[in-house]
């Protein structure tokens, strides 16, 4: 069933700041300069305490003690970063800005150049003790795939508005709860979903694939959960019955939580590669994203393991 993933991370002391982009450059904007332009703006933090990041894989945002923020220096353009560490900015103005990163003991800023109107420039920024730096060349494209979570604000024929941004669900392929396909219109407003689709230069995403974050009625108390913390035990268990059982899945205990992967879990390193479940070893550093059973164990849709 699913999923997109971001990129692998490599958790290492960042000197400073660079820069990069995918043509074209101006000044960077000043002091009291409007927004005018029509550019679109996406990426990842990559930090510790924020899903995704390789050193603190999974936790939320708010649970490292604060929300974070990226917005564009001169500018009144900001976005609180999802629990993904996700972030969308619209009417960017092209050229070259200087973006902020502010979250729990860190304000940093990097510059980010090539910025086109109408188009998407995907960016992934890591920081580290309180500086940021580019990861990846920046790439300016027409469209962008992209995923992202926040509360149903708003359902309305096609068109859906979530965590305040725009989703074209006219090409929406799939709906799901917990391991449950269910109908778009079986989405309440207020609760909690993840998209997965594309974002266009408009700043409007055409989902593809949607997921409620939330149990809703006759889900068997299921609620989407991504976590870390350190492998305290594993284990293999057989996918099967006694007389014919396998393949073998690990089932392990990360941060006291118990966690069952079976051949619907995506096994991955941190730099991105596939992992082989019988390399879990205790002691190591895991990611987990899945859904949070009523039974108390956790159904892993991904696990990733920090590389030794």
């Known amino acids: 069933m699913r999923r997109m993933s971001f990129v692998c991370l490599f958790f290492a002391g960042i000197a400073g700041v660079v820069a990069a982009g995918c043509g074209g450059s101006s000044a960077v904007t000043g002091p009291d300069e409007p927004v005018g332009g029509s550019a679109v703006l996406q ?7 924020i899903s995704g990041s390789s050193s603190a894989t999974g936790v939320s945002a708010l649970a490292a003690g604060g929300a974070w923020i990226v917005s564009i220096v001169g500018t009144s353009l900001s976005s609180e970063v999802d629990q993904d560490g996700r972030f969308v900015l619209a009417a960017v103005p092209s050229g070259s800005v200087t973006v902020r990163i502010e979250g729990p003991g860190v304000n940093a800023q990097v510059p980010v150049s090539g910025l086109v109107d109408g ?32 509360t149903l604000d708003q359902a309305a024929g096609h068109k859906l508005v979530v965590a305040g941004r ?5 090409e929406l392929r799939k709906v799901w709860r917990g ?42 108390g299921e609620s989407w959960v991504t976590f870390s ?7 293999f268990v057989a996918e099967g019955v006694e007389a014919n059982p396998g393949p073998y899945y690990p089932a392990l205990y990360v941060g006291g939580r118990k966690v ?43 696990l990733v393991i920090d590389c030794r």
């Open 166 to 170: 725009t989703v074209d669900v006219s």
């Open 260 to 302: 069952k992967t079976d051949g619907g879990t995506k096994f991955k390193w941190s730099d991105g590669t596939a992992l082989d479940p019988s390399q879990i070893r205790a002691g190591d550093q895991a990611y987990v994203e899945g859904w949070s059973k009523a039974e108390g164990y956790v159904q892993a849709v991904k």
């Open 43 to 49: 990426g990842a933090i990559l930090a510790p305490g």
């Open 229 to 235: 913390g350190k492998v305290d035990s594993v284990g």
């Open 179 to 220: 391991e449950r396909r269910i109908q778009l219109s079986e989405l309440q407003v207020g609760e909690k979903v993840k998209v997965w689709g594309v974002l266009r230069g408009d700043a409007i995403v055409v989902a593809e694939e949607i997921a409620a974050l939330t149990s809703g009625s006759g889900s068997g």
């Open 119 to 150: 188009q998407v420039m995907s960016i992934e920024v890591k920081v580290s003790g309180g500086s940021a730096e580019l990861t990846t060349t920046p790439a300016c494209t027409p469209t962008a795939q992209t995923f992202f979570s926040g």
